[in-house]
């Protein structure tokens, strides 16, 4: 109870700090008599871009509320089963807290997130429509964050916002994933309106918010610290170039934003530990151009040609509420000093731009889920390019972009993301006592043992028995664990019983290990092959090796 309602109070405060922050220090200059000044003449800290001069959008009542009620009832609805990522986020999060923080330090995460499905698990169940509805929470709460936010350019803008928030496929798809993600955008929507109104006014109490939201933040997820890293650039660049009034404000938020990220240092043991023994094994190293491609994808929904367009039509909507305002309600003032570019538009760039490098340095990772950090300034970026057309032209733009959204996520959630489940009751339809399950790799066996009834005797490969998988120094384990040594260890102690092989496919690392593993055990074994691989996001093959006579 105690940390649920802490993760809730958090997951209202970072990213509005943190995005409104870039947008304070990047300065669009729209209602600024000079375009190029960063500052206005009274020396007073810029809250944001003025609202926009056209005429708002007429959405029709019905069919905005109709928007707003499918976008709801999507964020709660996922026939799937819970896939690798989700099953092994219940496991760790069922851990009690010495167990839990023992167990991250082989998976690589901060803590905030299992610790709050944790207690969500305690009250509700670990059922997969239970354990999934916390991110559907957070998603939803993201709808009135993102529109409050978006209130700084304008009603038109807010209410554009709205709808686009409540049809983007990248929220309802992490609105149905029992992961951190929706967490990780509720926050930085919340800070974002914290730092805004931190700087509006900074009291102690809108200090102590932008402190707590940065700090949830930081132990949620490892990429939020670029955006900490890109508010703290923007602060920077006011305390040096502002005046008196702009570089007091500048330095409390700052300081504010620097006390939060300082928690981290109560996580820096087991944080130098994951850098320094789990990384990320089942990723290459990610380039610039993979950053910014799959960055769009994520924010389309998918990685097909759907989402893909979806996700540069709403870059590029976002381009033009960046580069594009109508000072008179008609004529078009193009921007292109950086000094006038809208601040959420530097804070995306600073963001990934930091992030990208330093995983291309130090041969890190990046997943579109990543994107869970900048995803809100795009939607409110593509609200206000919305806002500078026609107003005609603007609600066909919104009618397309709101349904085809729901179209993609559609799409995607009515596909299978694993075939654990599948596997699953097929071994409990034959399994005796005695037989055994093994699993290889071992990342096939969080999704299976979740939906197992029947079995009582696991082996993983590499390592573990299919409920966590280790992370820690995965490559020299993989390398360092012969196939033969593995599969007389499990003969020897199924002795005259059956062995289940779950089998996953093209996982790095592996090569044609899994392979070797099935060809040592049909050296002694019928072999009967019950699964075969479906065309879903974790595919499985089961294969029933029968003791011989």
Known sequence: MGGNTFGRVVAVVFC???LQLSIDCAVVARAAPKPDSAFDTSGTFLVGPAPSCLSPLRVPTVGAVLAVIGGLVLRFVAPSPLWLDEALSVNIALLDFAQLVEALRHDGHPLLYYWL???WIDIFGESD???????????????????????????????????????????????????????????????????ERAIERPTIGRLCLVSLVVAALVHTHYWSIWLVAAALIVVGYNIVFGSGGNRGVALRVGAAIIVGAS??????????????????????RARPAEVVVETIQAIGGSSRF???????????????????HRADGREVVLRFSWLDFDRAAICVLATLGTGGMVAFVVDGAFEPRYASVVVGFVLVLAANGIAMLPPRVGLGVLAFVVLFGFAVAVDEARRDRTQGAEVAARID?????????????????PATRRALLGADSFFAYP??????????NYAATIAESPVGEFVSNVLVETRSNDVYLVRGLG????????????????????????VVPAGVFEPMALTRFEARS
């Open 429 to 445: 339809e034959t399994i005796q006592s005695g037989d055994s399950v093994v699993f290889c790799p071992d990342q096939v066996g």
């Open 306 to 324: 759907e989402g893909e367009l979806l996700g540069v039509a709403l870059m590029f909507l976002a381009m033009l509420g960046v580069f594009i």
């Open 463 to 472: 390592r573990g028995d299919g409920i966590l998988v280790d992370w820690q």
């Open 507 to 530: 996982y790095k690392g592996f090569d044609d290990r899994c392979e070797a593993v099935h060809a040592g055990f049909a050296e002694t074994r019928e072999t009967v092959e019950v």
């Open 16 to 18: 509005r700090q943190a």
């Open 117 to 119: 499905l944790g207690d």
């Open 129 to 195: 429509f239970a354990v999934r509805s916390l991110s559907g929470i957070f998603s939803v709460l993201c709808i009135p964050m993102l529109y409050k936010t978006a209130q700084r350019y304008g009603p038109a803008v807010a209410k554009t916002t709205l709808l686009l928030a409540t049809s983007s496929p990248f929220l309802l798809r992490y609105a149905t994933e029992v992961r951190m993600y929706s967490l990780l955008t509720l926050l930085c929507c919340v800070g974002w309106l914290c730092v």
């Open 263 to 284: 928690t981290l240092l109560v996580w820096l043991g087991v944080l130098l530990e994951q850098l320094r023994t789990t990384g990320t094994p089942w990723a290459g």
